[in-house]
């Protein structure tokens, strides 16, 4: 038997903060391809996409985000269908604040979170 000792290294490095949204976006190459996404989460650095394609590390590509001309971004990780992208130029923080209004997740004040999880 062993025992470890995990500490979590908190995310302070980040250079904007991330939120949660379900917003329908679309990526392309500067070739050809183009894709339909979900933005899952968004800063005014990056987003986390969730794609019906796998998409590979370094990856250069265009995010078309709602409303705003298409973003020119690099995947910095990525997964089966889920990448992380660092845009080449950040989001203005209005731009950011006016998409998580319109995407981002909302709390109903007098309800507990827990009350609002659902169990697949």
Request: hydrophobic share 45%; aromatic share 8%.
């Amino acid at each position: 038997m062993f025992s470890a000792e995990i500490v979590i290294k908190p995310s302070d490095n980040r250079r904007s903060a991330r939120t949660a949204v379900d917003m329908p976006g679309r990526i392309s190459t500067e070739g050809s391809w183009r894709l339909v996404c979900r933005i899952v989460d968004l800063s005014c650095h990056g987003a986390r996409l969730s794609t019906f394609s796998a998409l590979a590390r370094g990856t250069v590509l265009w995010i078309n985000l709602a409303g705003l001309p298409a973003r020119k971004a690099e995947v910095i990780w990525a997964d089966e269908y889920n990448a992380a992208c660092q845009f080449y130029q950040p989001l203005d923080p209005h731009a950011v604040t006016s998409l998580v209004g319109r995407y981002g997740f909302k709390l109903e004040p007098d309800r507990p979170i827990e009350d609002m999880i659902m169990v697949a």
